[in-house]
């Protein structure tokens, strides 16, 4: 789960706090983290400010890093009692949808991950926050940005460039918990691909998620509400 505390609704002081709070467990100060782009967009209705610098995100650069080291297929397949093939499971899923329709093989990538189970961070790791990468995700299970960074490596295999996918940490007004989705931008829409749901919908069918910002391979967007 998000390290991301409770949050009211259009509080963009509460909104930088936070951000703040998730930037200074790294160790690294924000120095060099320049805005990439005047041109905000938006996201559940917020207005999304793109930044550089990931590097701060320590969580999400090692994970990236164990990604390219670890999630390579292995295993025999063919002894029963200590199976270690989920990687190759993972990638024979992924090329069995590589011709499907983009929208479809998003669906299909939600589906898959969310039959992963649900295990909290401190269940699996001992700490309350990890992010784990797909072979970690498989074998163990995960909490809620684990099913999206999956979906988001499964997505990038698939041949989605990397602007088009973002993981999204946001609070959840209804449950009022920290809660993580993966992002898609597919033909003028943002698909969102959710562990609690196995239907694919856009953002702007979504009013309960505020988000507080975003990640991908190259930059983050930080969130702040419209003018009202």
């Known amino acids: 789960m998000p390290a991301v505390e409770n949050e009211p609704r259009g509080s963009m002081t509460r909104r930088l706090l936070l951000l703040l709070s998730l930037l200074i467990g790294c160790l690294v100060p924000l120095t060099g983290t320049a805005r990439a782009s005047a041109q905000p967009d ?9 930044e550089t610098g990931v590097r701060v995100f320590h969580q999400w650069v090692r994970v990236l890093e164990r990604h390219i080291r ?3 297929p292995e295993g025999d397949c063919s002894e029963r009692r200590l199976n270690t093939c ?11 949808i590589r011709k499907l329709p983009k929208l479809e093989q998003i669906r299909r990538v939600n589906t898959f991950a969310n039959n992963v189970r649900y295990v909290l961070d401190i269940d699996n790791y ?16 995960g909490d809620c940005e684990d099913y999206a960074i999956t979906k988001l490596f499964s997505l990038r295999w698939l041949g989605f460039p990397p602007s088009s996918v973002r ?19 597919l033909h003028g829409k ?16 979504i009013v309960h998620y505020v988000p507080v910002y975003a990640i991908n391979e190259n930059h983050w967007w930080l969130y702040t509400p419209p003018p009202s």
Not at 126 to 141: I, M, R, S, T
């Open 42 to 50: 938006t996201l559940f209705g917020y207005r999304g400010t793109e």
């Open 70 to 72: 670890d999630d390579v």
């Open 86 to 96: 989920h990687l190759r499971h993972w990638y024979a899923f992924l090329r069995s």
């Open 126 to 141: 001992g700490v309350p926050d990890y992010w784990a990468d797909a072979k970690e995700f498989l074998y163990n299970g």
């Open 167 to 185: 993981l999204v940490v946001l609070q959840d007004t209804n449950l009022r918990v920290a809660h993580a989705v993966l992002a898609v931008y």
């Open 190 to 205: 943002t698909y969102i691909l959710d562990n609690q749901t196995q239907q694919v919908v856009t953002d702007t069918q």
